[in-house]
């Protein structure tokens, strides 16, 4: 099984370094594998180099897969970290 | 795979021996235009109106011939086959040895909107520069989550699961004098069909890492430009994993193991990481067993035949003294005493 949600980036200046430093703390706390999809890109959500150089910014759509035991709550937390705008403006 | 453009074609950072030197001399509106195929085509016969099986997907090389000849066209005020031409979906056109192209190709192109690009290099060694860059870009490719380090002129991709030490590991190898090509996000490009290159994945970003406890750090800056290098074959793949205590690893490593990365077998370790295991100094080593390896030499290989050969001798040793043993037995019993010649009695069993 995995889960798969796609998101929005919402917030102006896009993925920089410190919601990266969020995605990769949050993605961290659960063992599912857990990747994000741009273009024909993969990266692991894990490894915050990879979060950064993906180079999202404003309005990209990225897709989140998780696969694991906890993948659902995996994927639900970092849903909320887009739609919380990273808690930036 | 993203669209490779005429653009991205012109956009090429390539140096030395393998740079194109080229430069858009008309058609700008062209520049837009796919480049679909890795291949080339020299145009004369098109020029002359034969246009069966015609390339027109190629990017079009126009040389002295071709060149002699639109001016030839050019003269006679003929621009029939021009026009056939352009015509046709063709994605550019080069004229090489700087070469300009004539009044009638320059307003033919522009009308069509396919762009003119143009390099000082003669037809034969662009067309061999061009081909090679194109089957770089056009080579499968993938991106690989590891490091890629240099080490003793081995390029060694470091893969493993987060936090395993992957970072920590390349840190302490370029510490140690050795090279990052890549930290996390590693390109690779399978080259001439067995040669697996690898580069950092977005190079406009730079030779960074990403030290947990330290935060983002610039390699370059810290270990200076004798640390860093932008692209490596990849020679050998390490993976690190957390020692784990019902597997069984490798003791001996007389067998080659591979693993497969676009269809290339590279040789493969599975290396398990547990605190006070130096896991630079292994690989270090691993990178100095694969370039001995390289020259014919296989460590565990030939420790074996030494065993293979020593037990053989001792064998030999052996049955030497039960014979002669044997002997000596029977010629004390027989009250000789003598034999001295042959070795001492207490070695014979």
Known sequence: MMVEREVTIKNRAGIHARPAALIVQTASKFASKINFHKDNETVNAKSIMGIITLGAGFNTRLTIKADGEDEGDAVDALTRLFENRFEEE | ?349
């Open chain 2, 1 to 349: 795979m993203k669209k490779f453009t005429v653009l991205d074609l012109l956009d090429q950072d390539l140096k030395e021996h393998n740079a194109l030197n080229l430069r858009c001399v008309g058609g700008r509106s062209g520049l837009s235009r796919e480049i679909q195929v890795p291949d080339l085509n020299r145009p004369g016969l098109a020029l002359t109106g034969f246009f069966d099986n015609f390339g027109p997907h190629r990017i079009q090389i126009f040389g002295r011939g071709e060149h002699a000849y639109l001016e030839k066209l050019q003269r006679d005020g003929n621009i029939e086959s021009l026009q056939e031409l352009f015509r046709r979906e063709i994605p550019c056109c080069i004229f090489t040895h700087a070469l300009e192209p004539t009044r009638d190709f320059t307003t033919i192109s522009e009308q069509a909107s396919v762009a003119t690009l143009q390099t000082d290099i003669g037809s034969s060694e662009f067309s061999s520069r061009l081909i090679r860059a194109l089957s770089n870009v056009f080579a499968p490719q993938e991106v690989m989550h590891g490091v890629l380090v240099e080490v003793f002129g081995i390029g060694v991709l470091i893969v493993g699961d987060s936090g395993v030490g992957k970072s920590e590991a390349a840190l302490e190898l370029i510490e140690r004098g050795h090279r990052l090509v890549a930290d996390d996000a590693v390109e690779i490009r399978c080259v001439a069909g067995n040669i697996l290159q690898g580069a950092g994945a977005h190079k406009a970003l730079g030779h960074h890492m990403e030290i947990r406890g330290l935060g983002i750090i610039n390699i370059t800056h810290i270990f200076g430009v004798g640390a860093i290098r932008d692209s490596k074959q990849v020679q050998l793949l390490v993976e690190l994993e957390l020692w784990d205590q019902n597997k069984v690893y490798d003791r001996i490593g007389a067998e080659d193991r591979t693993r497969e990365v676009l269809g290339v077998h590279v040789p493969y370790l599975q290396v398990p990481v547990k605190p006070g295991r130096n896991v630079p100094i292994i690989i270090e080593t691993a990178a100095m067993n694969e370039r001995l390896k390289k020259m014919g030499y296989y460590s565990a290989r030939e420790f074996n035949q030494s065993v293979l050969k020593w037990l053989e001798s001792e064998n030999a040793r052996n049955l030497y003294f039960e014979k002669h043993g044997e002997l000596l037995e029977r010629e004390r019993q027989n009250g000789g005493g003598a034999g001295s010649s042959i070795a001492p009695m207490d070695e014979a069993d």
